[in-house]
Nanobody
Framework: QLQLVESGGGLVQPGGSLRLSCTAS????????IGWFRQAPGKEREGVSC????????NYVDSVKGRFTISRDNAKNTVYLQLNTLKPEDTAVYYC????????????????????WGQGTQVTVSS
């Protein structure tokens, strides 16, 4: 059974940092595009970032460019999302998703058609 587990969320002050992890079990992430999404209370789920299976292509929503960095360690079957200079508006549940076909193209919007999703990890930015 394909399973994704997010970790690394928590409470952080504005300007702080967190590193989220997305670890797969039951399959290898090597051949999957990975996306990170977030959903704040009362808002729609938003695509935050994606990374291609090779790691050679990444994309970010404008609101996090320059602050968030996506990376992957295929040997550890894990994808990371480094969150720096956090703002209160970054508060949300963050989800990772995987798909073997969906492409991550830096010239297009972050795709939404991912087949496997994790349960999410809460990120709260507050003083």
């Amino acid at each position: 059974q394909l399973q994704l587990v997010e970790s690394g969320g928590g409470l952080v002050q504005p300007g702080g940092s967190l590193r989220l992890s997305c670890t797969a079990s039951g399959f290898t992430l090597n051949y999957y595009t990975i996306g990170w999404f977030r959903q704040a209370p009362g808002k729609e789920r938003e695509g935050v970032s994606c990374i291609s299976s090779s790691g050679g292509s990444t994309n970010y929503v404008d609101s996090v460019k320059g602050r968030f960095t996506i990376s992957r360690d295929n040997a550890k079957n894990t994808v990371y999302l480094q969150l720096n200079t956090l703002k209160p508006e970054d508060t949300a549940v963050y989800y990772c998703a995987a798909d073997p076909i969906t492409a991550c193209n830096p010239y297009y919007r972050i795709p939404r058609d991912f087949g496997s999703w994790g349960q999410g990890t809460q990120v709260t930015v507050s003083s």
